[in-house]
């Protein structure tokens, strides 16, 4: 069996898909089961696919339409897989189908009356059958072992700063200023930033780290990720990935604004939310209420655990195996 995952959009969103897409290929390999992305050339240049082990994928061309080229891709892939920042038509599902299964991550557009198996990360009344929730979103493996890598709390407390697309100098600003803020007020911290170069505010964070007294800005790759949740007591998150890896490897976690995908983690205490528009005293409350308390940490990170177990995209991985036996013919999700 084989699959052939796409993953593409624009701005931050195209990471949280390619995180995806890479742990659903993950869980498949491990299951015996070959499989390929297709991803836009422009994201295969920041180190994502080789930091993460994924050799020979599909690069498809800047500034021109990506079906055609996912088209020829698909070759003799038994299944494929969407994970795609806009509307599929009923069209363009058939054709990524070819006859076989087609399974759509995060999806939206009239194709998903055709395809057999949506992945969402909020449920939806429409698509009652569709896999949703924090227990389908799919993770790393090296996420779930992180969390057996943490150590006791440290005497000071760690505050990781993870910062994408989303974020513009504005938003920057308040988030690195409310973190200075809490410390100068007396909270015993230290701030770290793990930022993605397509971070608005890239060339000067350097610069806004050094003014706020603050450790340099590490690049967003996924090992990188990972070890910065490993050592963080606290997680300053804006994008919906990083609030479930950061969940995953028990940290108490702070999500800024509202991503989608959020709402389940919030809604069951797994997480602190505050409004995007949050000013540097509303984010530097929230993380003194963390970084001061080391019971208010566990209840959070236990909630979290209770939410999020990591095993999200080793549930998909099964379901797609399981595609292989469907009648196409009588595809229906909702």
Request: proline share 6%; aromatic share 2%; net charge positive.
């Amino acid at each position: 069996m084989s699959v052939l995952l796409w993953a593409s959009g624009r701005g931050a969103s195209v990471q949280d898909r390619l995180c995806r897409v890479l742990a659903i290929a993950e869980a498949l390999g491990a299951r015996g089961v070959g499989s390929r992305i297709a991803l836009p050339a422009e994201h295969a240049t920041f180190g994502w696919l080789e930091a993460a082990g994924m050799r020979n994928p599909v690069l498809l061309p800047d500034g021109e339409p990506e079906l055609p080229h996912v088209l020829a891709a698909r070759g003799c892939a038994d299944v494929v897989v969407a994970d795609v920042d806009r509307p599929l038509s009923r069209a363009e599902v058939r054709a990524l189908g070819g006859g076989g299964p087609v399974a759509v991550v995060e999806g939206r557009g009239p194709g998903l009356a055709e395809v057999d198996l949506v992945v969402s990360l909020e449920r939806d009344a429409r698509r009652s059958r569709a896999l949703h929730g924090p227990a389908y979103v799919p993770l790393r493996r090296a996420l779930r072992l992180a969390r057996d890598l943490r150590g006791r709390p440290r005497p000071v407390p760690v505050v990781a700063v993870h910062l994408d697309a989303r974020d513009g100098r504005g938003a920057v600003e308040r988030i690195l200023g409310g973190v200075a803020m809490a410390r100068d007020a007396g909270a015993r911290l230290v701030g770290r930033i793990v930022a993605d170069p397509c971070t608005p505010a890239w060339s000067q964070l350097a610069g806004i780290a050094r003014r706020l007294e603050l450790s340099p800005p590490v690049t967003a790759l996924p090992d990188a990720s990972v070890a910065s949740f490993v050592e963080a007591d606290v997680a300053l998150v804006g994008s919906t990935m990083a609030a479930y890896e950061a969940v995953a490897c028990g940290v108490a976690t702070i999500v800024v604004g509202a991503a989608r995908g959020v709402a389940p983690l919030a809604a069951g205490g797994g997480v602190m939310s505050i409004p995007a528009a949050a000013g540097e005293e509303r984010v530097a409350a929230a993380v003194t209420a963390l970084v001061t308390s080391a019971g208010a940490r566990e209840a959070l990170a236990r909630a979290g655990r209770v939410l999020v177990d990591g095993l999200g995209a080793e549930r998909v991985a099964d379901r797609l195996i399981g595609l292989r036996t469907i009648d196409v013919g009588e595809r229906r999700v909702g």
